[in-house]
């Protein structure tokens, strides 16, 4: 008896040394990249800091541009997916089941394809863009759509899967609302959830995007970051470490917000009448 | 208005309320996502599939991938080869190893939610700002090279192999071990304690366990793992791209290069048969995960 205790004292005993040891390993490999940005960035060529590269960022011109282009898009493409997202999936989880897997696999599918392979085909299409309707980079949000399209999916399917769609939009309809009111009063309150993940994960992804942008030839924060980095690799540096930090930012708010205990689920009941209720008042 | 839907509306419209015939009214619903989609899912992917079997004057050919065969071609799908099945295998063992760390303490602790969402955060970090990472620190004006080289280990002093495929190696591993970790703990939950209680009061050792018991149970969620993460470093462009910007010696920056016309080798067609080429080996690979995926899912 002492003797198996012994041997699970010392196996414990490795276990946390082994535990331990990984941990910091990882910790070592992941962190000093992300803090060594964040030392280039402030020193100075003397080896003092300086914050001298961060306050550069506002006298390239192309920069700014960037920046705003990227998040002019981050803008538009989540906006442009949860409208196109959003009534889509309840109209296919109410009236069309049968489309359901069809519906998940497309969404699903430009996982498979790498977004190199996507550009290619991507590219005549743009050319006719430009020359037909518009070469304004903006054009990208298009593409972007597609891109957040498998990630958006599963947040969006989480939170539909979470709330009864079917009863709540019966009750609704049985009280007299009609299809916007429905969805703009019942699902959409009950998915907040789900809709601010979907739409953090597509910031956080537009804003990181580099392929696409940099195949057709606009200038979006990534492809920019790439050109600004040959003149001058503090500043760039800097700029990167800013959107790496928002989109952190984005990314912990998604982790906080996924974390928080669903009620909706405990209590049916509670999630029929809730919003009902809201809808009468 | 499709030709395949209209004879439908027009048989319903003589009994239009009768009920039971009126879904060709609901595909209305999923006309918007699925014309987006085909617009600019769709089509893009046929423009690549047809495409590479056209000539410049859009009459049928092969010659795109007879083209395949230029030994600049050859060199990058050995060389992109090469780079995915490295950062593969290390990846996976790395982040096997960091799953089995996490997932012998507690299951709800501050720890593992912390490295898990890291993971998820981390899993995603490509491109650009990951190859600025390893420059600001490994980089020839990084503090760790200067760092080692003021006390005397100079790392580089055959040559910068950051810039090269060792450094690209290195730098995707900081992506791949992640998304090993966020692939392979849901198989190392599903091991269950008791197996492990059985095996010894059977008598079996903890190199038993391992060898008989556990190590058979994972190893298709390990095999599978190492081709997801394959056909992640496979297609990979972004980070190359910043890091490497001479030789191109990645398939996916071939790609970019016979569609650029910058340095007047503009070849769509022929970008367009090494996208296919990339497409085919990256299916394969995963339908062989989805495959060894089922096969765990038996089990764990």
Redesign the interface.
Known sequence: MALTRSVQRT?RLK?QA??IA??AL?AV??L??????V???T?ANNGSRTLEYWQSITTYPEMTDAIVASLQLAVITSLVMLV??V??MV??RL??RR?NRI?EF?CL??L??????????????YIWLGTNLSDSILTLA??Y??LV?PYCYRALDAGLGAIDVKTLTEAARSLGAGWFTVMWRIIVPNISNAILNATLLSV??VL?E??IA??LLYNNL?VE??HL?RAS?GT??AV?VG??FFA?VL??AI?FVG?RPRRQRADPVAAVAGPVQASQA | MTTAGSPAVTANVGRPLLGGRR?SL??L??I???A??AA??I??????GV?AFLDANNSFTLDNFVHLSRSYIVTSTIETTFVSAVTALLGASLGA??S??IV??SPNGL?R?L?V??S???A???????A???????GP????YLFAQSHGVDYYAHGIWLFDLPGLNLVY??FQ?PLMVLVFLPALDGIKPQWREAAESLGGN?WHYWRHIAGPLLFPAFLGAVLLLFANSF?A??TA??LINQGQPML?QQ??GA??SEVGAYE?GF??AI?IQ??VI??VV?VLYTVLQRRTSRWL
């Open positions: 196996r276990l082994f535990r990984i941990f990882a490999f992941f000093i990249p992300l803090s060594a940005m030392e280039f960035s020193r196109l997202l009534p889509t109209w296919v009236k069309l489309l519906v497309i599918l430009p498979t394809i790498p977004a190199i392979v996507l550009v290619v085909g991507l590219f005549p299409m298009l593409a759509v597609v399209l956080a992804l990181g580099y392929t940099n195949n990534q970051l790439v980095g690799a760039s540096i990167a959107s790496l952190f990314l912990v982790a974390g | 879904f609901d595909w619903g999923a918007p996502f699925l987006y989609v600019f899912l089509l893009p992917s046929a423009i690549v495409g190893l960091l089995y760390a012998t303490g720890l939610r490295v969402s890291a998820g955060v981390l995603q970090f490509g491109g650009v700002t990951l600025f990472a390893f420059i600001a620190s490994i004006a990084g503090f760790v591993l900081y071990i903890t297609s462009y972004a791209n910043a996916s790609i970019a569609l650029s769509p970008a367009k996208a990339m497409i990256v299916t995963t």
